[in-house]
């Protein structure tokens, strides 16, 4: 008889595959730094303005001149607030008004005021476009047809074209009393004045003059005459250049 084997129960498989437990890196601890902000530095190189001081045809004299300035280097100035051509058209019309307006008409002297007002605001506009696109290169700067002011301490410059206040009727018949603005580093100056033939000055008369603290009497002129009158400063550096031509018809 046979003896019964033993039924003995294998062990179950484990249905659980091993796996490796790898701990999870800790998380890092570093923080982005925010990206830096560059600030702009404000331009040294500022322009010279004081554009309202001018003399209607010193004022349209500046404005051809800018005109030209930042209109002929568009590399320089691309996309100007203000059209160069429109500026130098504005310029055109002063001009043109401050003639009209020699025979006293009322409708002339309204449009030099306004295209007075006009070219000061779009030359003010363009000052600081020029001073913001030219990263204070003094080169770039110069071509913009603007004056910079100076920068600390330098040499002696070139004394500025002086310009005229205005010029009146004097106490007597056949006298003009002429009114000039001071300008920085003058030591003296010279008024000169001619009979005009329409546009054109005859010979010119040269007063010198020591200062221009109060009026200045020209004398012996002609009545009815229309004369014209400049002025020029003399500086450290020599003369500046005779200013543009204002006139008047003598009483």
Known sequence: MSTPVPDVAAPAASTTA??????????STAT???AATTKKKPASLKA??????????????TAHHIAKGVGGNPVYFPNPPIDPVALDASANTLSEAVIAAMDGGKTAKEVVKKQRKLI???LNLLAVFVQNVTNDDPVIFSASGFTAKPTGKSAPQPVAVPSFRSLDYGANSGQIA?????????????????VMNGTTPGAWTTVP???VQKAITISG?????IY??????LGVLGTSDWSSTETIVCA
Not at 18 to 27: E, K, L, R, S, V
């Open 18 to 27: 091993a796996t490796t437990t790898t701990p999870a890196a800790p998380a």
């Open 32 to 34: 982005t730094a925010p």
């Open 48 to 61: 010279v303005t004081g554009f309202g001081k001018l003399a209607p045809n010193d004022l349209a004299s």
């Open 120 to 122: 000061i605001q779009d």
């Open 178 to 194: 002429v009114y000039v603005k001071k300008v920085t580093g003058a030591k003296s100056y010279f008024i000169r004045y001619a």
């Open 209 to 211: 003059i020591a200062t």
């Open 221 to 225: 002129l002609t009545p009815t005459m």
């Open 228 to 233: 014209g009158f400049q002025v020029q400063a």
